[in-house]
């Protein structure tokens, strides 16, 4: 039996001449056992002409002889077993076009035995058509499905709602279902394409809406496969190549690997991991090359190939090749949401093999979280991920492996893990640094309930109770503005143990430095001053002159980088939390701050006492305490940093527009900046 | 890049997966023109030699033509070949229907020459769209001691991830054009000027499809005297592809069973 069928219906004249271009789509079809795949594709090729001439006549003929009634899906279940069981086995793929798409349709087994072949299947796809039974409604292979298109990188899915002739095409029993199942794949990220409510057997809601579900404003299925697009190599991402060999078959030295992501040329720098080592691209490897014009100069992902390196530097199968500004990171431990396939249950301790790319890592698993049955609605989480089941894990590898996040990189931040030399699980690596990663989300946590705590209180017991809160050093960072003074007299009436820092550019005005000396005395306290490293200004100085900074934004923010930053990442190296004198209304971008915020870079939570004060609340309290404030202020100046980069405002100027007045845009130097995307 | 690249692409990613996990490894050429293409493949994947023999399991029944091809482009392509003979019908199951015993000589042939060159991977050019079971098929599949083919118990396999750890005694069939289609073989053959043995181009109003022994291949009616014309012949066509290969049409399941007993 065979069932490739090429599309005769349709001659299109973009096929004859450049078949080669026509989208390939691969789609995979999922769902509960029993709920009619295999006869959803056999109605699909009966129903678009796309069957053998005699094909049905034949089957039908073998099932009398059998003595079943005749299936559509006998079409696929070609294996003697199959046809015996009534179940799909295993993956059949099968070849057909559409109007503008040449179609592989993936049948995956539904039965929860074979979930092992449900993701082989699947893992090969663009795309998911997923089957519900109307009478039987979502079910727990359902569910099951629909969390491992998740965890498999599935994006696009279309349902179809099956057997409507069951339950007399009935537009609530529908409705019913599509809320839930959109509900169930909202919670894994997934909005349906299309949900739609068909007959496979009849053929209702297949290539036509049919009179009985007439009520249906959506697409046929037909039309959502018309819509499904390939996946794309990730061009755009940065370079990525898993070492597969080394060859030296003669004076060459060819690495060879496949471009998984981003993109190379001759003369590119690339970073070995995990070696650490770099070196440049000297050749592209190809053959045959019928002429020099032909060799290779460039290589992008998708593509398998060989290069030579400039340099004699050691790389070995494993290794990955990355872009030098943005490498994977080398790591001996991960954190992974995995799939778990094997009989025997995966547990704490347990030795795994992992593969990621062209490396294979040996490793323990470290910690199990959140092991549950996917299939079930209300799981508990269990301390093993039983087969079939689905967890996080953390492995403990004894080398370091080169890798990714999955939200980085889809094509390096994924594993495989062997247990007895077999494939037994799979998943995404959900952090490569899993020490920071924990630490950092015990700070969102503790930022969260701070936040929460923290609103009602004044600035004085703020302080106090985030000095309570963290455990470690706290640094106040002051730069003598009237927040910052502010905020010193009230840590003066406190007596908390909180250090005091300040970061001396080396170009302040004289005024700032005449507060300080005065502050010192009227508090009777030392501020631990940070100045920048000397050979850094050197370089600077001799790079960019004594004020480069006023030539172009990027001078700027080196200075900045040099004069600021760099100190106050080591004031603050080794604290835990960071106290500052900002106020939400000094800019709109300081107005998307919270009370107290993660400052992830650096590790620490950073607690804004005054956010919610106005200028003229700080500046009564001020006059209030007699606290000594900058003569600069009375004369205009709001926000004061450095000398040659602040100048004073006019009435009615927002508040930080005398820094970097010269600059369009941004007033902020990088201590305070937020990442671009958490 | 069009599909014929992307598959190429694949085919080589497999092709290097296989060299570097497996020790004893060969490519199985049965001359056909979807072996051509594997040979040619593997080429470019190891930049112009094929570092494993190259190993043709004999019936002694292929057309002349056949032969002619094979001793010709084995000295032209520098590969190491390795031909190894077929048992005479009278070892095989005589319980198989008589084209499919014959083609289980095959099978034989392929468990002898593994036994004498304990090989641990042999990679073949079958095709998922050739014939059903074959597209249950995985890239990396596991064979037991006996060669046999356990399709209840394929392990899973994804994202180019692949089973290659075959315990002490049994191989591996590695499938680098699982994916690829007839049409993509011609493509692909047009393409890069890969030479094809002429019995596929149609004389006298009939032309192979595909090729296996002589008295039990036979050819399909055809004009496509050009591999443009076969292109454009299989844009059109609803026959499959070996329908003159008479031991898939004996019995429902006598190719199902050559296949679990090792046949490719």
Redesign the interface.
Known sequence: ??????D?TIATPV??RD????P?VRIVIVGHVDHGKSTLIGRLLHETGRL??GKVETLKA?SERRGMPFEWSFL?D????ERDQGIT???????FATASRDIVLIDAPGHAEFL??M??GA??ADAALMIIDAAEGVRDQTRRHGYLLHL?GIHQVAVVINKMDRVGFDAQRFHDIETEIARHLATLGLAATAIIPISARQGDGIATITPPIAWHTGPTVLQVLDRFAPAR?ATALPLRIPV??V?K?DD?R?I???VETGALKVGDEVLILPRRRTARVRSI????VPDESRVPRAARA???I?ITLDDEVFVD?GDLLCAVPAPAKATRRLRARIFW?HDAPLSVGDAVTL?LG?AEGRGTVALIDNAVDPGKLAADAATSVEQNHVGEIEIALSEPIAADTYAANPRTG?I?L?AG????G?GLVLSTDVEATRRLEELRALAERLNRELAPLSPAERIAQFRRAVAGRVVFTTSFGLEDQALMQLLADADLDIDCATLDTGRLFPETYQLWAETEARYRRRIRAHYPRTEDVEALVASQGINGFYDSRQARLSCCQVRKVEPLNRALAGAKGWITGLRADQSAYRGETTLVEVDAERGVLKLSPLLDWTREAVLAFAREHDVPLNPLHAKGFASIGCAPCTRAIAPGEPERAGRWWWEQGKTECGLHLRPASP | MDRLDDLEAQSIFILREAFARLDRLALLWSLGKDSNVMIWIARKAFFGRVPFPVMHVDTGKKFREMYAFRDRYAAEWGVNLIIEPCPPIEAVDPTLPPAARSAARKTEGLKQALAKHQFDGLIAGIRRDEEPTRAKERFFSPRGQAGGWDVKDQPPEFWDQFNASPPPGAHLRVHPILQWTELDIWRYTRREGIPIIPLYLARNGKRYRSLGDKDITFPVASDASTIDAIIAELEATNTPERAGRAMDHESEDAFERLRTSGYL
Do not use: C
């Open positions: 039996m065979n069932v490739r069928v090429i005769t096929r004859k078949a080669t271009a026509r390939l053998p001439a073998v696929l070609a294996l003697q077993t086995l295993d993956t059949s793929q099968i070849h092992r072949n993701i082989t893992a090969q498999l190599p597969q060999a060859y078959f060459r060819i060879a690997g496949r490897e190809a053959w045959p998708g593509q398998s060989g199968r396939l593969r062209a994924r495989v062997e030399g077999r494939i037994a799979g």
